[in-house]
């Protein structure tokens, strides 16, 4: 489709001026890497709220050619000043966490649904040519009743967050049917890669089994690790947020992500440990906790976006497990205390 070759040309993003919320979290600051070298002008805004994913560190190749907003999304006022004059939001923040979601809902719903409307409230009275990537989760699919997971299977999310990101989300489609503003809806599977948050379980599973080979513990796979899950190396789902962001085919339209080799909890660990060449993973007891908001076996159908996107993953779980684990062996000191590098 030459329509997409078109739109991808680096020079659509050279000058553009780029907002990215969450902007220094795991997703986020990959993404602010990659939209530096394509010459935009970028901006981060970040709560750097403790338990949630964000690090000064994440974006130490280009800290001097990013400008950094410490705020809060939940904060209307800064936010209705950050959205003016940009060319596009990448909208990122989120809390992240499905057990704390059930812990404490009230943050989750804030964050995830509240702050989210009053994002595109600013974004209508201030500045309505905004184009907006929203990030989306297949956590409000809940407990797939078949597979692999299309963008019509039915909402039934299982835990807080999935509710209140499924709020957010709809207000983002909302915004596009009602007000005509350019947001596209992103629904990402299992991310990882290099900034990820690896000092415990909040953000992905991977995380904490990665500083787990890397400290020299067992990786611990909840159940008898056969639930299947699809990955997404974190390049991969960068370029898809620059797709949609680039092309006016994606205005208004929900996209899956996802990855065609699906694999069980417990072949991923057993990956891992064969590439790190060393450790050991053990399965233990599923906690009752996570249990009851387990959605068991995962798989995105992500044809949508491959055919009007032109999108599809290129980074195997071999190679991107590879490049994670070599991250953190050179900087977990910057992702967890008492860590020493390689
Ligand atoms: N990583 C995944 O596997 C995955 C899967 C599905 C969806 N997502 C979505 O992608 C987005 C980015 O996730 P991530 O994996 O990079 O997680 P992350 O925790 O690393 O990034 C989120 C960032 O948002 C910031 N943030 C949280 N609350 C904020 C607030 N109130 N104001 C300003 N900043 C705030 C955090 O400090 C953090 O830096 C999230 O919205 C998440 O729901 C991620």
Known sequence: MSFVHEQREPSRLRGARVLITGGLG??????????????????????????????LWNIEPVRDRVQINIADVRDEHAMKYLVQDRDYL??????????????????????????????LESC????????????????????????????????????VN??????????????HRVYGIRTVMLRLTNTYGPRMRVLDAR?????????????????????????????????????????????SEADGEVFNLGDAHPRSLQETAALLVRYHRGGTYQLVPFPPDRKA?????????????????????????????????????????RYWPSAVAA
């Open 26 to 55: 795991f997703i986020g600051s990959n993404l602010a890497i990659r939209l530096v070298g394509e010459g935009a002008e970028v901006t981060l805004v970040d709560s750097m709220i403790p338990e949630y994913g964000g690090n």
């Open 90 to 119: 990448f909208n990122l923040a989120g809390q992240t966490s499905h057990l704390d979601s059930m812990d404490h809902p009230f943050p989750d719903l804030d964050i995830n649904a509240k702050a989210q409307l009053s994002i």
């Open 124 to 159: 209508r009275r201030h500045n309505r040519h905004i184009k907006i990537v929203f990030a989306g989760t297949r956590q409000i699919y809940g407990k797939p009743r078949y597979l692999p997971v299309d963008e019509q299977h039915p909402l039934d999310p299982v835990d």
């Open 162 to 175: 999935g509710i209140n990101k499924l709020a957010g989300e709809l207000y983002h489609q909302l915004y």
């Open 203 to 247: 953000q992905t599973f991977l995380g904490i089994w990665i500083r787990q080979l890397l400290e020299g513990r067992p990786i611990g796979v909840y159940g008898d690790g056969r639930q299947v899950r699809d990955f997404n190396y974190v390049d991969d789902v960068v370029e898809a947020m620059l797709l949609a962001a680039c092309s």
């Open 293 to 333: 908001i387990d959605i068991g076996d995962y798989y995105g159908d992500f044809q949508k976006i491959g055919t009007r996107l032109g999108w599809k993953p290129t980074v195997s779980l071999h190679d991107g497990l590879e490049r994670t684990v070599d991250y953190y062996a050179k900087h977990c000191e």
